[in-house]
């Protein structure tokens, strides 16, 4: 069984960073696309960004230009780079994988936006 740990969130101020990780118990080489995506509090889970096998990118306009996916395939992990937070990005982060027909999601992380 697959499995995803996210790692790398936390509470930070507005216009801060964070940086989280998703780490993948088997090579993500056989993932055809992994992303990320939130679920804030009285809202449905939203897609934040993707990126395919082949290292296209997609992202949400909320994020778009704050936000940076990438994929270190020797480390099996998948990253998700956010600049630039607001208090809207509040959520849980979820990492998602595809591999085939399988769907596999991560426990997720806790982002808090805040003073």
């Known amino acids: 069984q697959v499995q995803l740990v996210e790692s790398g969130g936390g509470l930070v101020q507005p216009g801060g960073s964070l940086r989280l990780s998703c780490a993948a118990s088997?090579?993500?080489?056989?993932?055809?696309?992994m992303g990320w995506y939130r679920h804030a509090p009285g809202k449905q889970r939203e897609m934040v960004a993707t990126?395919?096998?082949?290292?296209?990118?997609k992202y949400a306009d909320s994020v778009k230009g704050r936000s940076t996916i990438s994929r270190e395939n020797v480390k099996n992990t998948v990253y998700l780079q956010m600049n630039s937070l607001k208090p809207e990005d509040t959520a849980v982060y979820y990492c998602?994988?595809?591999?085939?027909?399988?769907?596999?999601w991560g426990q997720g992380t806790q982002v808090t936006v805040s003073s």
């Open positions: 998602n994988g595809v591999r085939g027909l399988a769907l596999y």
């Open positions: 088997e090579t993500i080489f056989s993932f055809n696309n």
């Open positions: 990126i395919t096998s082949g290292g296209t990118t």
